[in-house]
């Protein structure tokens, strides 16, 4: 692929409102974007999507820089690599740090589309032109404030909406939706905040008809939430806990859900996004796309997966101003009544806005092969 450089781009963005799950509160993103340039000057485009501190898995931003900037990014620029696949080649010795793996990857797949002069959905064997959304709701001070909340983006017309949940605000949040919006496509999210000891509650929130309940139990609970299966109706979705192809075989033979959120960086890549993605339409099991709060880079990365055939359920990447008051791609990404156009345009097909970006810039690493 004639890679000749890489840079790394940190920035700071302000979310428009502060973004609550059960393990914190964010107001701002460290967003983080990867290029890479080959000997022809054109470049590709990754997101790191890594969090700054180690709370929704172990990994932290400063962690994934250092290793994309010592380990990942020398490797794979002097590898002599000739497809996307063999940056998980090049990298496989190296344990997890899958963010910034995937960082770097979604780079060289976005170069290798343009290279190609097609769009990375079509690369990746995408087979919609337009792609259905959801949208992922913070907890808020009040449930009344988060009903508030679900009312706005049901009447801007998400697809389906999700709201976090944790122990002291669920069945009572649920509720308190449910009685406002008894038909909406509902999901809640726990991000690994309870266990099989709060068995009663979990089993309170099959009254809801919620569409699934997102990583309930610990992100290493594999064993738990095959147990927790079985006593409720609602599918578990598993998140934080899919961290592999190996992790979604063994979710998947366990029955411990019943429907897979893939997020790209959390498995490392693009490539291995593909293998789970196929795995999981041989055994029926439907797939949605996750998100990170991540920057435009990272969401059209979302949006081109999305494209692929067992991506069947709306997924979390809602519109650009959801979460900025101004991207750093253009165009943004726009949801209208929960439903997002494809771009025809090479690789990606958002150009960076490099003015704004600069307006965010923090730091920036370049690394020549
Ligand atoms: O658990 O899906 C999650 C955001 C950051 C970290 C973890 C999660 C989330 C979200 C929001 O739910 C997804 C998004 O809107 O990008
Ligand atoms: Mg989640």
């Given amino acids: 692929m004639q890679l000749q450089s890489a840079a790394i781009y940190r920035l700071s963005m302000d979310l428009v409102s502060p973004f609550t799950t059960s393990f914190g509160t964010q107001d701002k993103r460290h967003v983080t974007i990867v290029t890479v340039t080959d000997s022809t000057g054109l470049v590709g485009y990754g997101e790191c999507v890594s969090n700054e501190d180690p709370l929704y898995t172990e990994e932290f931003l400063d962690a994934s820089i250092i290793a994309m900037k010592k380990y990942f990014i020398p490797l794979v620029l002097n590898a002599d690599i000739s497809h996307p696949n063999g940056v998980s080649d090049v990298l496989k010795n190296f344990k997890r740090n899958n963010m910034g793996k995937a960082g770097l990857e979604g780079a060289v797949w976005d170069l290798y589309a343009k290279q190609l002069g097609k769009p990375l959905h079509e690369v990746l064997g995408g087979v919609k032109s337009s792609v259905e959304v959801g949208v992922s709701l913070g907890l808020e001070d009040t449930d009344e404030a988060v009903v508030a909340r679900v009312s706005e983006k049901v009447s801007e017309g998400y697809k389906r909406i999700k709201v976090k949940i944790k122990p002291g605000r669920d069945v009572e949040l649920i509720r308190k939706i449910r009685e406002v919006h008894p038909d909406v496509s509902l999901m809640a999210d726990a991000n690994s905040a309870y266990t099989l000891d709060d068995i009663v509650v979990l089993r309170q929130l099959d009254e809801f008809n919620l569409m699934m309940i997102e990583q309930p139990l610990g992100h290493d609970d594999m064993l738990d ?102 991207d750093i791609i253009v165009p943004p990404v726009v949801a209208r009544d929960g439903v997002v156009t494809v771009s025809d345009e090479p690789g990606i097909g958002a150009e960076i806005d490099w003015a704004t970006l600069r307006e965010y810039l923090v730091e920036e690493i370049v690394i020549e092969k």
């Fill in 225 to 326: 939430h095959a147990a927790l299966q079985k006593e409720i109706r609602t599918p578990v979705c598993l998140d934080e806990s899919i961290d592999s192809f190996k992790a979604a075989k063994d979710a998947i033979a366990l029955d411990a859900c019943k429907i897979i959120n893939l997020k790209i960086a959390r498995v490392g890549g693009i490539t291995e996004s593909l293998r789970i993605h196929e795995l999981a339409e041989a055994n029926g099991i439907p797939m949605w796309c996750g998100g990170m709060l991540e920057a435009g880079v990272g969401r059209m990365h979302n949006i081109a997966i999305t494209t692929l055939s067992n991506f069947t359920l709306p997924g979390d990447t809602a519109s650009s101003d959801r979460y900025w008051h101004k």
